[in-house]
């Protein structure tokens, strides 16, 4: 365990409506009331539709709002029911979640990713790059150069890299109870620091976040590897209990 800031980054996915302002509200308290808050980034990530509103509801605000994607174009457009990363910047988002593999899935490529980058520096947000292979990448033997290949498709050497935070989310793991094994993370996310460092002559190892499956059960494991800068958390991130669980694991 280091003292380094953590992040702890909801990911709601299709999930909640007005009433769930008590989930973000209690999680604000959280953050607010315990001094192992201090020590971490907490975002949540919620639909497009909710962010403006639970933006202007949260009093005192000790956690950010975030978004799950936007478009790719810039500004405003002739693009029937687009949302680009201007409009939810002005509602008040602050962190977005690029490059997620259910968005990769339906089509998303890394040149698509690239120009969604571009457009969400423009709005100077902070962005969470999602990055993993498949399973059938893993048994190949594949998986550093699938990560890669998904990193230096979307990220130009001129970008501002400080404000990229890499998250390492294996498909195989997400939702699915399973996450890989300890010396196996440690090797992928030391080698995403390595190679980022390297390939983007930055100062600093890029701050990277394992995603896939965390719960309070295994947070505690997870912890264990101090490379990780923090965590995307998806389904337990729909509850209040199930998210302030695993922060307050991780530091027990
Ligand atoms: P999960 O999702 O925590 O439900 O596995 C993680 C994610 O997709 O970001």
């Not at 308290?29 to 949540?44: G, P």
């Not at 498709?153 to 890499?166: A, C, D, P, V």
């Not at 399973?178 to 983007?200: G, H, S």
């Amino acid at each position: 365990m280091t003292n380094k800031l953590k992040y702890f980054i909801g990911n709601w996915k299709m999930f909640g409506d007005f009433n769930s302002f008590k989930i973000i509200s209690k999680i604000n308290q959280y953050a607010k009331e315990h001094k192992n808050a201090k020590k971490s980034k907490i975002v949540l990530c919620v639909p497009n539709i909710l962010i403006g509103f639970f933006r202007k509801r949260l009093k005192r605000k000790s956690i950010s709002i975030g978004a799950q994607n936007c478009y790719h174009e810039e500004g405003y457009g002739p693009f029937t029911g687009a949302i680009s990363a201007v409009m939810l910047k002005k509602m008040g988002a602050e962190y977005i979640i690029l490059g997620h593999s259910e968005n990769r899935e339906e089509g998303e490529t890394a040149k698509l990713i690239k120009k969604k980058i571009v457009s969400a520096l423009n709005q100077k947000f902070n962005i969470i790059l999602c990055v993993g292979e498949k399973f059938i990448d893993k048994k190949k033997g594949k998986t550093f150069s699938i990560i890669k290949k998904q990193i230096n498709g979307s990220i130009e050497k001129n970008f501002n890299t400080n404000k990229i935070i890499l998250a390492y989310e294996p498909v195989w793991s997400i939702g699915s109870k399973k996450i890989p094994k300890t010396k196996e993370l440690m090797n992928v996310i030391r080698f995403i620091k390595n190679d980022f460092k390297k390939n983007f002559k930055t100062k600093n190892f890029p701050k990277v976040l394992y995603g896939g499956s965390v719960n309070k059960n295994n947070i505690k494991l997870l912890s264990t590897i101090s490379e990780i800068d923090g965590f995307l958390i998806g389904g337990a991130s729909q509850s209040s209990k199930k998210f302030i669980d695993i922060i307050k694991n991780y530091y027990k």
